[in-house]
């Protein structure tokens, strides 16, 4: 199994009762090595994640470690293209809708939000193993399908 990483560019966040709110990934958009992600490549990781009350860490830069664990998710949710929580720009394509909060507490934590509000960081990134995926051109402009 493939362990990837995507990364996508992030409008400013919204301010939620625990956090904030952000689209952290796109769907059927190909990115920069050639993938495009498919609504519902999530639905059965959110559906466990649900189903036992859990969360998704949220590291900074990628780093594992609880130095570098600066939040937790609060929701995760695919949106569908069309649906009103979408921001004009992806409406018609969808998106991952991420609901987190910082651990304040620590300074780590702290400097994170700093940083997001103040535009420093404008991009998330999601990680995902790949358990499907269909080649669909086999050509320079190779992308695959992730399910």
Do not use: C
Request: glycine residues 10%; charged residues 25%; proline residues 3%.
């Amino acid at each position: 199994m493939e362990k990837i990483t995507k990364s996508f560019e992030i409008s400013t966040p919204t301010k939620t009762e625990k956090g904030y709110g952000a689209i952290v990934s796109t769907f059927t958009v190909k990115d920069l090595h050639g993938d495009r992600i498919q609504f519902g490549a999530f639905a059965e990781s959110i559906a466990r994640l649900q189903a036992r009350g859990g969360s998704v860490p949220v590291l900074f830069e990628h780093s594992h470690g609880l130095e570098n664990n600066i939040g937790k998710t609060t929701y995760i949710t695919e949106l569908e293209p069309g649906n009103k929580m979408l921001p004009d720009n992806i409406k018609g394509i969808g998106g991952l809708y991420v609901e987190f909060e910082f651990y304040t507490e620590f300074p780590e934590g702290k400097k994170a939000e700093k940083l997001l509000l103040e535009g420093v960081y404008q991009e998330f990134s999601v990680g995902m193993y790949v358990t499907e995926y269909e080649i669909v051109n086999e050509s320079w402009d190779d992308y695959r399908d992730w399910e």
